[in-house]
């Protein structure tokens, strides 16, 4: 099984913007629906947003919509966040997370493969 490996966190101002990539993405590793989560410290896991390989379509939080933006690159097997006007609230540990079936539920609970993890830090 090939591995999740999330890349591109870091620290930036408030305002600012960070874009995620996830590599091992997508059908060519039998992940039918592709979603980001976050967990800050004492918090639950929660989910970002989600794609749908197949029909691409997506799904997110409310505290995110409009800001963020997931998209898939099927020929590199890539699936991106993009983060717009973060906020000091976005600082979590951000995770790429995968299942094998369509439909993208931003519940942690189903999904079987996950990433290890970015940090992002959003200083105000």
């Known amino acids: 099984q090939v591995r999740l490996v999330e890349s591109g966190g870091g620290s930036v101002q408030a305002g600012g913007f960070l874009r995620l990539s996830c590599a091992g993405a997508g059908n060519a590793y039998g992940r039918k629906c592709m979603a980001w989560f976050r967990q800050a410290p004492g918090k639950e896991r929660e989910g970002v947003a989600g794609?749908?390989?197949?029909?691409?379509?997506?799904n997110y939080v409310d505290s995110v919509k409009g800001r963020f933006t997931i998209s898939q690159d099927n020929a590199k097997n890539t699936v991106t966040l993009l983060m717009n006007s973060l906020k000091s609230e976005d600082t979590a540990m951000y995770y790429c997370?995968?299942?094998?079936?369509?439909?993208?539920?931003?519940?942690?609970?189903?999904?079987?493969?996950w990433g290890q993890g970015t940090q992002v830090t959003v200083s105000s």
């Open positions: 997370a995968a299942r094998p079936t369509s439909g993208c539920p931003l519940t942690a609970f189903w999904y079987s493969d």
């Open positions: 794609v749908s390989i197949d029909s691409g379509t997506t």
